[in-house]
């Protein structure tokens, strides 16, 4: 699952703009297969081909769902207004709920080529800073790390500790009850599916 597709699939299961959010994705070109050195291998150049294709198509059914999608400066007024300051730093999903006051981070590592550790290390890295940088008054703020897949998500089991400065970890599917939510809690309304395969509403805090 490339790291577009990853993203849909998070927002269409968990953030729909159609139950009230409101919601940006950061898609970087190199998700899209238009940067980079020419593949060496022939999995590489498959792999590239996968993300020519099916990178355009996710973005397509996430404007289709409602979101805003692009480059952060260009989009971010667009999509929140000028009531939402623009933060720092790359965030791969921003969502609001403004009904509800809540502030949702989210940080997504789809399959790719490289180590999938460093990739997963690095998303942590970003929501810690994110922990201090990111407080907007009048919205409860909630952070998460997701990542496609078993390989994956054995990786993100070892980060759990994150969770004790509030940020939860999702282990995505293909198909939406596969989903698996490792730890740390989401935003109320959200369903959660633990390893241990019950759903539960998580407490507000």
């Not at 791969?92 to 009904?99: G, L, Y």
């Not at 004790?164 to 369903?191: C, H, K, M, T, Y």
Request: with cysteine.
């Amino acid at each position: 699952m490339i790291q577009p597709i990853a993203k849909l699939r998070f927002v269409e299961r968990y953030c729909r703009p159609s139950d009230g959010w409101s919601v940006f994705v950061d898609i970087d070109p190199s998700e899209e297969g238009r940067t980079g050195s020419p593949r060496q291998s022939e999995q590489a150049r498959d792999r590239l081909d996968l993300m020519r294709v099916d990178a355009p198509r996710a973005v397509q059914a996430l404007v289709g769902l409602g979101a805003c999608v692009g480059r952060r400066k260009a989009q971010w007024n667009a999509c929140f207004g000028s009531a939402l300051p623009l933060p720092p730093g790359d965030r791969d999903i921003i969502a609001v709920h403004r009904e509800r006051k809540h502030l949702w981070i989210v940080e997504v590592e789809g399959d790719s080529s490289g180590q999938p550790e460093g990739k997963i290390y690095r998303a942590v890295g970003q929501l810690v800073c994110a922990v201090s940088e990111l407080v907007v008054p009048g919205l409860e703020r909630w952070l998460s790390l997701v990542v496609a897949g078993d390989s994956a998500g054995r990786y993100l089991a070892r980060a759990q500790a994150i969770a004790a400065i509030g940020i939860s970890g999702l282990v995505i599917q293909e198909q939406s009850q596969q989903d698996r939510w490792l730890f740390g809690d989401a935003p109320p309304n959200v369903a959660l599916r633990r390893s241990g395969g019950s759903r539960c509403s998580p407490p507000g805090r």
